[in-house]
């Protein structure tokens, strides 16, 4: 089990790529390895003839060094009549063989690891100093290793690979080749960044020519504006969010109460028609947050006109309801009916798309609880509305008695350059509280 990873310590093989007694060469995917981080193939170091053991283990963690198979040359004698391939016992695989684990290349394909492989003259060469020896076309046969058995290390396989020039040849290992077939990359013309001249995969990616850039959408007028004041808003405001949950139970149940009342043909309000309503009151009780700043100072609004960002096939769209501190709710729904289908269908006159005071976001109906809307200038606050949705929830503090409550959250952003904290969180208690206590202020 090779390391793929400097923090991984076990992995799972999930598909063996070749099959026991199939040969492979140097650079053939042969099987697939799942680490902490993701599934990664494993190519062969060495060639020869791949021996899986016959009770391998697909999916089972196993430590890193534990064996997986071994590589063979035509004629060696059987790995599996001596030494049990077993995965479950590994400990007694290692002592017959020794295994080491290579290091990190800049490829994110993984060599194999394969035993320590002899020079034919009797020295030992390790796993790493094969692996770049075969990579750089570096003959390791008549190298004398600076290990203390005379073995062969990584630093001998640089020294010579230091002494002789790269060989075009072996300039790439087999998957960087393909890499290069596969994006029509001349590995000629690519200059190498690996060591002793050696070709990587980021060289040849680095010499893919970009793809032709699709052709750019013009921008319509809705977006171009939605662009403008997008970006003054993130130039210029200073801003705030803040966030906190709603007790609607009894809120639904008021809703439920109009469809019930309502004459046919009377439109219901929507939650956002209720929304607007105590909205534009409690701007009245805390009119520092219906306010704008300008060239000469904080202005604020003597009217509360609420507007409604409203989803279009155009891009989004912000329908006014004036004066709805003036209005009951049953107005504001009327008004809403009419001037939101109208900004849907692109029909709204441009009066009806602008001078709102304060304006509500509302994405309950896609499932968002929290998020932090941007500010719609020159307003200087934006409330955010999510779902609403049934939890358990304390409804005596005394007893700690627990309850289901359908419950709203909300997200109050504001300019801190208007208005401070403190305030704001004030108007957003205000709206809290006739949510949870609407019968009071809609039936006036």
Known sequence: MPRLG???????????????????????????????????EVEAYDSGILRIPADAQIGVELPVGAPLGFIVQPGDPDPFSSVSASASDSAAFSEETSFDTPPLTADPVISAVVPSASNGSGAAISPRARKLALENGVDWS??????????????????????????AATRATPSVRRLAE????????????GVGGRLTRSDVLGAVRPAA???????????????????????????????????????????????????AGEPVPT???????LAALSLLEHPNLN????????????????????????????PVVRNAD?????????DAAAVIPAAQTGSAPADQLRGSTFTISSLGTFGIDAFTPIINLP??????VGRIVSRAVVIDEATGELGARKMMALSLTFDHRVVDGAPAARFLQAIVSKIERPFTWLTR
Request: charged share 25%; aromatic share 2%; with cysteine.
């Open 6 to 40: 400097w923090t991984m310590e076990v992995g799972r093989v999930v598909e063996w790529l070749k099959q026991d007694g199939e040969p492979v060469e140097v650079g053939d995917l042969i099987l697939a390895i799942e680490s902490d981080k993701a599934i990664n």
């Open 142 to 167: 008549g190298l004398t290793g600076s290990g203390s058995t005379g073995r062969i290390r990584e630093v001998d396989i640089r020294a010579a690979m230091a002494a002789q020039p790269v060989a």
């Open 182 to 193: 596969e994006n029509g990359v001349d590995l000629a013309a690519v200059a190498p960044s």
């Open 213 to 263: 850039s699709a052709v750019p959408e013009a921008l319509g007028p809705v977006r171009r504006v939605i662009v403008e004041r997008m970006t003054e808003a993130a130039r210029t405001v200073a801003p705030v969010t803040l966030t906190t949950d709603a007790d609607a139970t009894e809120l639904v149940r008021m809703r439920e109460l109009f469809k019930q009342e309502l004459a």
């Open 271 to 277: 939650y956002n028609d209720i929304l607007i309503r």
């Open 291 to 318: 306010a704008s700043l300008t060239s000469e100072g904080i202005v604020q609004h003597p009217d509360v006109h609420i507007g409604l960002a409203v989803d279009t096939d155009r891009g989004l769209l912000v």
């Open 326 to 334: 003036r209005k009951s709710i049953h107005q504001i729904a009327a």
């Open 379 to 384: 307003e200087c606050a934006i409330l955010g």
